[in-house]
């Protein structure tokens, strides 16, 4: 089995940047696409950013892009999400997966994905 553990988030401004990383643990020779998804109170998880076992596939959903930047270093077992310009909106509990379909491309689905850690606080003041 694979583990993730998220760390990176916290209490920011509006404009602020951070930056979150996902640390696999585990069988990671399993792991290939990896996507970040964020929960506000009251609302559905929802896909942020994923990027497939060598980033050569990166999507965003359209509220983070141009904003957000997802990588990975594979020598690390580590994706990260470097998040600009944050907004209120942002604000979330963010949660990194791992792509149970193996596929080599990066899957929007909540359902494509296992693995999930157990999320880190991310909260920007206007």
């Not at 020779?29 to 942020?48: C, I, L, Y």
């Not at 149970?100 to 003041?125: E, F, L, N």
Request: glycine share 8%; net charge positive; charged share 20%.
């Amino acid at each position: 089995q694979v583990q993730v553990v998220e760390s990176g988030g916290g209490l920011v401004q509006a404009g602020d940047s951070l930056r979150l990383s996902c640390t696999a643990s585990g069988r990671t020779d399993s792991v290939f696409t990896m996507g970040w998804f964020r929960q506000a109170p009251g609302k559905e998880r929802q896909f942020v950013a994923g990027i497939n076992w060598n980033g050569s596939d990166k999507q965003y959903a359209d509220s983070v892009k141009a904003r957000f930047t997802i990588s990975r270093d594979n020598a690390k077992d580590t994706v990260y999400l470097q998040m600009n310009n944050l907004k209120p909106e942002d604000t979330a509990v963010y949660y990194c997966a791992v792509d149970r379909t193996a596929s080599a491309y990066v899957t929007r689905r909540i359902i494509d994905y296992h693995a999930w850690g157990q999320g880190t606080q991310v909260t920007v003041s206007s």
